[in-house]
């Protein structure tokens, strides 16, 4: 005991210098002041910008970065930025654009003329400052970054001034008018083939020829280049003055220069520079020449030639092209206002002049979502790394990949937290991708109306609300109102189908006039859910029917999302007339809407691969410290046991352990193992229990006195690492006549799964050689006495699925360990396939089991996993049967996941599959089916009756009795540990009386007279 307390003491003193003299972040002081900057037209506006300044901490001169806040937010938003990206060795400036918090002026939308010309004026009082290093005289090494607004102000202001070095613009638009008064549609009057000119490419310029349009490809096709012209989703660069007003944003937007975007409301809300006026009250703090416009279009619902002049003044697609700083665009998935056909654009744009772009669509937006905040940190930091440090710290910066991808890996088993995987890509493909699935719609033409005044009107998303929600991870709620809207579905996917990009769909609309319409498609899994619409996205588009043509043609470009839908998943695409969150006709109207091709085509990224995920530091040190401490604790308990005394009636000394060379191999469960260069391996549990199998194939068990325990041991043959149970123990110590649900049998001490190894069993004259298991007179007894199982005699034949059924307590997870070795009988025997079981018995390995739940190492892969059980068996590789077993389990690409990210039935299934490696003769399941949904229920319930008719046997311990009525062909009941019936199904049940319904009776009603428990 000393010697424990003098290690716990010098673990405890180590821990407490560490955390003292571990070094703290560098303190960061901000230094508050008002800049004065001139703009306007003709340079005669003065402004004070209300700005704070954050020097490196550990002095010298150090890039600088610029922090622009969203709509709505001030300087303050950025305060935690500021800091962190200070502490990492910038000079930093945050600031209050005009018209928001402190600063005076008024709002003018990121125009060249105001805004743009306050963000080089700051760049010409940081070039004055003694802490920034300069490229040249008057010229500082600075990049910018921010988010919504501020993204807009970075893209214009590295257009405007080619002093900014590199850019980091996040869910920020292109082209405001687009983002306004979007229009998805191509249309032409059906049979003439004339372009109505409102493409989604028309006007810009900037997309056209630069690849293959997806809606025209069958089958799977690949783009060759950065994608497809007209996937760029959602009209970018349309001809706005035939979108679709996007009322609602809009009155957020402009209503008092107040946004509901999250990112703003992060940081503390300041007051105006001084008391609202009246014309502040009307608009906001708008230039009045904004308000006015916004006025009139809010009041008519359709953009005019001078608002969409106004508002492309103020958009980065116009000057793009002159953008040389290096530009990391990152957009949201969530987001209804600036949606990812923007960074498309811009990126398009930027990229088209030679300057480096990278994309990264994260979980977030202006819609909400987790936000990613940390990640977006960190990106952002490796940007700005690499291209404002430069050589040395900068090179050693983790590189930003050209195109990363957000998306869901599951739930951690441990924290329950979401876990988000970043596949990349090297290169950006479009919203087209690198490849075309077609997926066939089914549905007839179908008359739709548009109510009097719009209303009611269906919904897709309120704007806002998720970002007022705190970024809750919610897919929301997407009403299409009856009369108003047409579906197209597709039959169930036979594969997987993973949509990355924008879809196009061509659709015919017959009528008069003018009609505003609203794509939509969805996800449905099946009639008990409501389907899921990704991002809840809604692809506005308004055709216009030429006079005499009766009907139009439109190819319309889907919202860009990534989405994966499952396996019997459908596709359903509605086209209605109404959204709340558009503008929409007060007139009355009725159109037939039909689908020209019956097919959407789905673009897919098949270069996009998910990146290596680093593990945690301490996710290593931890087991490695255990196993540190384990190793002392069972030496120091050794030592001391040889003095005590030992307890009658216990086994054998424990012989004296090799140490050459020791591979210790920690388990997840607090078992180690360690495993000597002469194969001689050790167990230390948590209990102190000591497990030493040997290469002969015997086994000894030590308890922490030094006794050894022959019900607790576990032996492998041919010298292969053993397997020790989940607690040390195994004899079923727990003395509370409960069954001992207290070991297992694991090759690593986690994977829940026991086969002994060996090369074979032959008959040694006792029974039969090809009966798969025969018990005789089983009897195991707790250590209070009370008898688990209590003279328990059955056989199993080949072929046969027998059911071992019982209630709590009846002896059955003691029985299994049994015949697993896993503990000693206290008289009886178990024979497989005419050999009696012993630990370490060559004939267990022709069984294969998987008790008291599935256990995996988290980090590694499912297929890891599996591949590292079946090579501590020692057998060669050719006769796992990896391809079967891995099929059984159905996981997919899953399998190349940490097994951390897995739910409880994909654990479920992969522990199964492991007990199947090698197709063993004997299978041992305990409740196999805890986790599983219907359909793999009904899935695994064929797989075990195939797996019997091949000529194996199954063994399955379940509480699910109509399952083992509909799976089994022979049931054995125990009671108490003994014997209450067994033998074939069948037999049971037409041994049973008719139910009083008419109905032959169930198995459950068989099951409750034979225990006595039925009322």
């Not at 305990?926 to 219907?934: A, I, K, M, S, V």
Request: glycine share 14%; hydrophobic share 40%.
């Amino acid at each position: 005991m000393k010697r424990v307390a003098a290690l716990v003491a010098a673990l405890a003193l180590i821990g407490v210098t560490t955390w003292l003299v571990w070094p703290s972040a560098p303190e960061v002081r901000a230094q508050d002041q008002r800049i004065t900057v001139v703009d306007g037209p003709a340079d005669d506006q003065r402004v004070e910008l209300d700005t704070t300044f954050f020097p490196p901490p550990d002095g010298g001169k150090a890039p600088a970065v610029m922090l622009a806040h969203g709509f709505g937010g001030s300087k303050q938003s950025m305060r935690d930025q500021a800091v962190r990206l200070a502490q990492q060795g910038y000079a930093v400036l945050t600031w209050s654009a005009r018209g928001f918090g402190r600063s005076t002026g008024q709002i003018a939308l990121n125009s060249p003329d105001y805004e743009v010309k306050d963000v080089k004026q700051l760049i010409d009082w940081l070039a004055k400052r003694p802490e920034v290093r300069l490229d040249a005289s008057g010229d500082p090494r600075v990049g910018i970054a921010g988010g919504s607004y501020g993204g807009a102000i970075a893209l214009m202001a590295a257009a405007h001034d080619q002093r900014v070095d590199a850019i980091v613009p996040q869910i920020t638009w292109s082209d405001l008018a687009d983002a306004l008064f979007p229009n998805a549609a191509t249309s032409t009057a059906a049979g003439t083939g004339t372009n109505a000119g409102t493409g989604t490419n028309a006007g810009t310029g900037t997309n056209a020829g630069t690849g293959t349009n997806a809606a025209t490809e069958t089958g799977t096709s690949t783009d060759a280049g950065t994608g497809a012209g007209a996937g760029t989703g959602a009209g970018v660069g349309g001809a706005a003055t035939s979108g679709v007003f996007k009322r609602m944003w809009a009155g957020i937007f402009f209503g008092q220069g107040v946004s509901l975007d999250a990112t703003s409301l992060l940081g503390r809300r300041e007051a105006a520079a001084g008391p609202v006026t009246e014309e502040q009250a009307r608009c906001g703090r708008f230039l009045p020449a904004i308000c006015d416009i916004y006025q009139q279009v809010a009041e008519d619902g359709r953009a005019t030639p001078e608002a969409v002049a106004l508002l492309r003044r103020s958009s980065p697609i116009t000057v793009a092209r002159q953008i040389k700083a290096p530009t990391l665009l990152i957009q949201g998935q969530r987001d209804s206002l600036f949606p990812l056909s923007h960074a498309d654009a811009n990126a398009k744009a930027i990229a088209a002049a030679g300057t480096p772009v990278s994309l990264a669509w994260f979980d977030g937006g202006h819609d909400g979502g987790n936000g990613e905040a940390d990640w977006l940190f960190d990106q952002s930091a490796a940007w700005f790394a690499r291209y404002l440090k430069g050589e040395g710290s900068g090179q050693a910066a983790p590189p930003v990949s050209a195109f990363t991808v957000t998306r869901d890996g599951g739930r951690d088993p441990g924290t329950r937290q979401r876990i988000r995987l970043h596949p990349e890509a090297a290169s950006y493909p479009g919203l087209a991708g690198t490849g075309t699935t077609t997926v066939a719609l089914n549905g007839p033409e179908q008359n739709i109306v548009n109510p009097p005044g719009g209303a009611p009107a269906s919904i897709s998303t309120v704007p806002g609300i998720g970002g007022l929600l705190g970024g809750q991870n919610t897919g929301g709620v997407s009403i299409d109102m009856p009369g108003q809207s047409a579906a197209f579905e597709s039959g169930p996917l036979a594969a997987p189908l993973q949509l990355t990009g924008s879809p196009t769909v061509k659709i015919k609309v017959t009528g008069k006039g003018e009609a505003t319409l609203f794509a939509k498609l969805y996800d449905v899994a099946d009639d008990t859910q409501l389907p899921t619409l990704p991002a809840g996205l809604v692809a506005p588009v308004r055709v216009t029917i030429p006079e005499g043509a009766g009907s139009a043609e439109a190819t319309v470009s889907l919202p860009a999302v990534d989405h994966r839908f499952a396996v019997g998943h459908r596709l359903r695409l509605v086209v209605t007339t109404t959204d709340m969150g558009f503008a929409t006709p007060a007139q009355p109207a009725a159109f037939k809407v039909s689908l020209v091709s019956p097919a959407v085509s789905v673009p897919t990224v098949g270069t996009l691969a998910a990146a290596p995920t680093g593990v945690a530091w301490w996710v290593w040190a931890m087991p490695l410290s255990a196993v540190v401490i384990a190793a002392i604790l069972l030496a120091t308990g050794r030592t001391t046991s040889r003095s005590g005394r030992r307890p009658a009636g216990r086994g054998q000394s424990l012989p004296q352990a090799t140490t050459d060379a020791p591979l210790l191999t920690p388990s997840a469960n607090g078992t180690t193992h360690v495993v000597t260069a002469d194969g001689t391996a050790h167990a230390a549990s948590a209990d102190g229990t000591a497990h030493i199998v040997t290469t002969d194939g015997t086994a000894h068990a030590a308890s922490a006195d030094g006794a050894a325990d022959d019900a607790s041991t576990v032996a492998t043959a041919n010298g292969a690492p053993g397997a020790a149970a989940a607690n040390g123990t195994g004899d079923g110590g727990a003395g509370d006549g409960n069954e001992t649900g207290n070991g297992r049998s694991t090759v690593d001490g986690e994977s829940g799964v026991a086969r002994s190894n060996g090369d074979g069993a032959s008959s040694n004259g006792c029974g039969g050689a090809e009966v798969p298991l025969e018990i005789s007179g089983l009897t195991k007894a707790y250590r209070n006495g009370e008898l688990a199982v209590n003279d328990l005699s059955f056989r199993v034949e080949r072929g046969q699925v027998l059911g071992l059924l019982g209630p709590n307590g009846a002896g059955k997870t003691t029985t299994m360990r049994m015949m697993m070795g896993l503990i000693r009988p206290d008289s009886g025997e178990i024979r497989i396939f005419g050999e009696q079981v012993t630990p370490g018995a060559p004939v267990l390995s022709r069984l294969g089991s998987f008790v008291e739940g599935p256990g995996f190492l988290p980090h590694l892969s499912g297929r890891d996993n599996i591949e590292l059980y079946w090579a501590a068996t020692g057998r060669p590789r050719a006769d796992a049967h990896f391809e079967e077993a891995l099929a059984i389990a159905n996981l997919g690409k899953a399998l190349d996941r940490a097994t951390r990210t897995y739910s409880q039935g994909m654990r479920q299934r992969l522990a199964i599959a492991q007990a199947m490696l090698g197709l063993p003769d004997l299978l041992v399941l305990d409740e196999p089916t805890n986790g599983l949904d219907p359909p793999q229920i009904r899935e695994m319930r064929e797989v075990l009756k195939r797996y019997a008719r091949d000529g194996r046997t199954v063994i399955v311990s379940s509480h699910m009795l109509a399952e083992v009525e509909q799976t089994c062909s022979h049931v054995v009941v125990m009671q108490r540990g003994r014997l209450v019936s067994a033998g074939p199904v069948s037999r049971l049940l037409s041994s049973a009386a008719t139910v009083a319904n008419g109905h032959g009776p169930r198995l459950e009603d068989v099951f409750l007279d034979l225990i006595g428990d039925k009322p």
